[in-house]
């Protein structure tokens, strides 16, 4: 019958089980505590000095400036205003079809903003598919 032989270690409470025959509890004991003993990266580090600065040298000093100008926010087109731009640009109105080819959007999409541009009152429908500003 073959014995099994393993090495447990518990970081957070720094315990040691060993478990096997006494030769290899014997042998790997040792080696193991050494190993936990033995400071990280094999050599202790020294806490650095502060680095003194060269005599002569001034302390750098930051440049003090005035109020920071904060740019002005342009407030970016929506698809809604880019497609209200567009049916005010044509004077015998716009169907939803031109629509489609001059923004690139898919009819679902075109069909929804007009919707919603007819609901706040920036176009009306003159005929069948034909929109024209309000």
Request: proline content about 7%; aromatic content about 6%; glycine content about 8%.
């Amino acid at each position: 019958m073959e014995t099994r032989s393993r090495i447990r270690f518990n970081p957070a409470t720094r315990e040691i089980e060993i478990e096997g025959s006494e030769e290899f509890v014997r042998i790997y004991f040792g080696k193991v505590q050494k190993l936990l003993l033995a400071p990280v990266g094999g050599k202790e580090e020294k806490p650095k000095p502060p680095r003194a600065r060269p005599a002569g040298k001034p302390k750098k000093m930051k440049k003090k400036t005035g109020p920071k100008k904060v740019p002005k926010k342009v407030p970016k087109e929506t698809l809604l205003d880019s497609v209200v731009r567009l049916i005010r640009g044509s004077e015998e109105g716009i169907t939803t079809a031109v629509l489609k080819e001059k923004t690139g959007l898919a009819e679902s999409q075109i069909w929804s903003i007009v919707y919603r541009a007819e609901k706040q009152g920036k176009i009306k429908k003159t005929k069948r598919g034909i929109y024209m500003a309000a």
